[in-house]
């Protein structure tokens, strides 16, 4: 007699990175076995939310949010996205110097992203005003702000959009730190227990190994929850945020989340010292 399968809620960002990062799941090109799991796409803000609230049962949330979680949350070994010398951007309709930034109004995608945390760390405090990472690139423009931080594929767009970079986070944290800038990880609830946190990262780990070993198909995929971009161009984006450090953040990729959240302590724009748990 066959079971009734065990409905898990997955959230992640309608954006192509997760879209490729998914695809083997979302498309039931990998065996999940007894799990069904829905998916449910929202913006990263949103997703930080939702966590805080233990609404979801797996779901990709910013690294700064992890600090807020932790008591529900662990951290899973894969899906974390990093900027390898490259990251969210702070873009604006003219050039100025960045010590002028921290005068400058800056619309931000969220209090909980890890681009508004390494922008504080990079500059201190600024005015603010959060806006939806996808109209960020619209209110620069329409001058109802001085500039904008950019994440997802507004990093190789805004150009396009007639906009000048005034820094990049993750070359900026590259040179302090020589890590990676870390943004993204996936959590899964501890509630539900060592064996099935460990099949839940064990077929996270697949899903991502599949994509990357059918890269064309799960681009195309990935392409209609790509703004602006072509298949080249998702495919680049892709590329920069679903690689060797999304498989396993490997030992670099650890202790840039552990020092990312130790500065923001140490800082005081985080509560209490991290410590990090991961799935097995």
Known sequence: MQTEPRVLTLGHSP????????????????????????????????????????????????????????????????????????????????????????????AIPGTM???????????????????????????????????????????????????????????????ETNLPLPLGCNVVKKDLGPELMEEVSRLLKETIAYALAHRHEAVEHSLQWARNMGHDLADQFVGMYVNELTVDYGERGRRAVELFLQRGHEAGLLPKPIDLEFVP
């Open 113 to 175: 992203t890890s681009a508004y945390l390494a922008l504080r760390l990079a500059i201190g405090e600024f005015p603010y005003v959060v806006v939806p990472f996808d109209k960020i690139f619209e209110a620069v423009q329409e001058e109802r702000v001085d500039a904008g931080l950019i994440i997802h594929e507004g990093q190789l767009t805004y150009g396009k959009a007639g906009l000048k970079k005034i820094i990049d986070l993750g070359e900026w944290w590259m040179k």
């Open 15 to 106: 954006d192509p990175d997760d879209a490729f990062m998914f695809y083997a799941m979302a498309k039931g090109k990998i065996d999940t076995g007894n799990l069904e799991f829905v998916h449910q796409l929202e913006d990263i803000e949103t997703l930080n939310q939702r966590a805080l609230n233990n609404e979801l049962d797996i779901t990709a949330i910013s690294v700064h949010a992890y600090a807020y979680v932790l008591e529900n949350y662990a951290l899973l070994p894969s899906g974390a996205s990093m900027g390898d010398n490259y990251g969210p951007l702070v873009v604006a309709r003219e050039e100025f110097l960045l010590e002028e930034l921290k005068d400058k109004v800056i």
